[in-house]
């Protein structure tokens, strides 16, 4: 900056000047806030606050369809897992005792989180309705999925044969698609549960894999097209990585035993047995 002395002289004086400094300071405070708002998102992410609890579904239909729930696993972010068996005879509320899966076709995922409420005696927040039917498309976009087979699978789906052998598996989608819906074999029902839940246990932990990352953004767009859920995309990111980061173990089971009950099967949960095994997962 030069000004002008008496005597004619210039002098220099350092310094930028006014106009640029208040331009510096605003860029400063404009990097300091987003750098605070950046800082602020990976707590709300990563920091293990609050008890976030999710009921995952896996269904064909979609959270407004009338088909039963095959698949019903409440998450605790942070947590553990608990399978309950679709079975399972419980009070449906304004319906009255029946198997837990009928819950999903009278009243969609809604009563079945009310249902599930009850019958474990903890909150839960959210659910998640995962289409059976996308899994096609979700695990073509990771490039596949690794999966312990336990028994070969023969089996016609969409008009193709499919053969999977017994042993550990890189599916294709397809595969994949064939291996969630076999109910044959000589668990039937029961083994299609189990391979749903194991299922879905696999997708959670390879999606988030860091040799997935490159496929990270096309994963996650088809397995939001084949989701219903309550959670907006930021509170579903949080409970994938929370879930993730605190390790996915094998679903414990909701204690109980198998009993006909005029001539329909139903598992009998064991309430005792159950909160005891709530309190280590859920609670």
Known sequence: MVEVGSMGMKVFKAGRPAGEKRRGGLLKLAVLFLLLLFLLLLAYLFLPFGTQRAVLLGSDASAGGASRSDTIVLTKAGGGMLAV?????????????DKINAAFAT?????TVETVENLTGVPVDDYV???????????DAMGGITLEVNEPIEVGIEGRRVSIPAGTRELDGFEAL??????????????????????????????????NLPRLPATARATWRNIDTNMNPLQAARFGIRTRLSGIEEAELYPGAPQYIEGISYWVPDKQAGDEVVARTVE
């Open 85 to 97: 068996p679709r079975d399972t005879l419980v009070d449906i509320p304004g319906v009255g005792e």
């Open 129 to 139: 309705v995962v289409n059976f039917g996308g899994v096609k498309d979700i695990v």
């Open 178 to 211: 064939a291996y969630v819906r076999y109910r044959g074999g000589p668990t039937a029902d029961i083994g299609r549960i189990g391979r749903q839940q194991k299922f879905l246990q696999q997708l959670a932990r390879e999606s988030t894999s860091p040799a």
């Open 107 to 111: 009243g969609g995922p809604d009563l």
